[in-house]
């Protein structure tokens, strides 16, 4: 069996294109792993170096730090000292302050009440006086009103019974007026009325 | 049927003539023997010559009596005294004659209105006593009398 020669020199192109592809993927991933190699060692570099600078940051911190605070305890122990004298010296001129204010202050207080209580007892003893004169003037000043009063009462009530016995003896006399009237009148005269009555209303348009 | 309402001058004995009638009608025919009449209805009977045999003569007495005792009108009148018989008589003759034919008189006795007479007649009221004037007379000069008192 014969291979026609278009087939292999198709089989023999199509080798050298894949090898070609091959070579080319081959290049490329060396190129890539070069690369990858050079970024890693570069980031470790960098990592590096940033730890070194991070410990000497944090060396130096802790030294601060450290004359921080013993310069802090110095100073506190020293305020300390300080306050605690100070707090002596404050207490003592707070109370000696103090008890000037409070000696000052009661003795205007006793000299106030000194002066208020003489001036009360002035004043009371002139109201007193005042106020015997006044309630002696005032109780024959209602002595006076009450007679007044007790004087328009009566002249009051008198009115009141005048005119209520008049009225009594209006009425009094009205019923006695009218029982002698109705006595004086026989039967005879009693039923002309009564007529004179019937006739006056006719006239009149009452019936 | 005139005449029967001429002898019935008040109120009082046209009720009790009513009263008699509705009695009568009730019991007439079912009584036995001989049922006395008031001095008024026997009047009427009389004058009237009504047969109390005949049941619907009768009837029809009564009938008319109670259709026309239901026609009269009556006039309060109050007065201080009670008036005679005559009076109430005359008075009432007065009346049918000047004011109203079917009038009757219903007596009301009030001394405290002295004399005169207070009249109440269809709606209207008129006090003509010598009580009422007098109060107005005190009334008018109730201040000159307490001047004097």
Redesign the interface.
């Known amino acids: 069996m014969l291979i026609d020669p278009i087939f292999f020199y198709i089989f023999l192109i199509t080798i050298f294109f894949l090898a070609a592809v091959l070579v080319i993927v081959v290049w490329t991933q060396i190129l890539f792993f070069k690369k990858f190699s050079a970024v890693k060692k570069e980031n470790l570099q960098l990592k590096s170096s940033l730890i070194n600078e991070e410990a000497e940051i944090l060396k130096n911190a802790r030294e601060k730090g450290e004359r921080i605070i013993t310069s802090a305890l110095k100073q506190a122990v020293q305020i300390e000292n300080t306050a605690q004298m100070n707090q002596k010296e404050f207490s003592e001129l707070l109370n000696k302050e103090l008890n000037q204010v409070i000696k000052k202050y009661s003795d205007q207080l006793e000299e106030n009440s000194r002066k208020a209580l003489s001036s009360y007892q002035k004043s009371l003893s002139g109201q007193m006086e005042k106020n015997i004169k006044s309630s002696s003037d005032s109780a024959e000043d209602f002595e006076r009103a009450l007679l007044s009063s007790m004087e328009a009462e009566i002249e009051k009530q008198k009115t009141e019974r005048l005119v209520r016995l008049?009225e009594q003896?209006?009425g009094v006399?009205?019923d006695a007026?009218?029982e002698v009237?109705?006595r004086s009148?026989n039967?005879s005269?009693?039923?002309d009325?009564?007529?004179?009555?019937?006739e006056?209303?006719?006239r009149?348009?009452?019936? | 049927m005139k005449q029967y309402l001429e002898i019935i001058y008040t109120k009082p004995e046209a009720d009790n003539l009513l009263a008699e009638i509705e009695e009568l009608e009730r019991n007439l025919f079912r009584l036995s023997g001989r049922v006395s009449f008031s001095p008024l209805l026997s009047q009427l009977v009389q004058e009237q010559g009504v047969d109390l045999k005949i049941k619907s003569q009768v009837n029809e007495f009564f009938e008319t009596l109670k259709n026309e005792l239901s026609k009269l009108v009556v006039l309060d009148l109050t007065v201080a005294i009670k008036p005679s018989a005559e009076f109430l008589a005359r008075t009432c003759h007065w009346l049918r004659a000047e004011i109203d034919q079917k009038a009757i008189l219903d007596i009301k006795v009030d001394p405290s209105i002295v004399a005169g007479a207070i009249i109440s007649f269809k709606g209207k009221y008129r006090d003509l006593s010598v009580g009422k004037k007098l109060e107005e007379w005190f009334e008018e000069k109730k201040e000159e009398i307490n001047n004097k008192l």
């Open positions: 008049s003896i209006f006399l009205q007026s009218k009237l109705n009148l039967l005269a009693h039923e009325l009564i007529t004179e009555a019937l006056k209303a006719k009149n348009g009452g019936l």
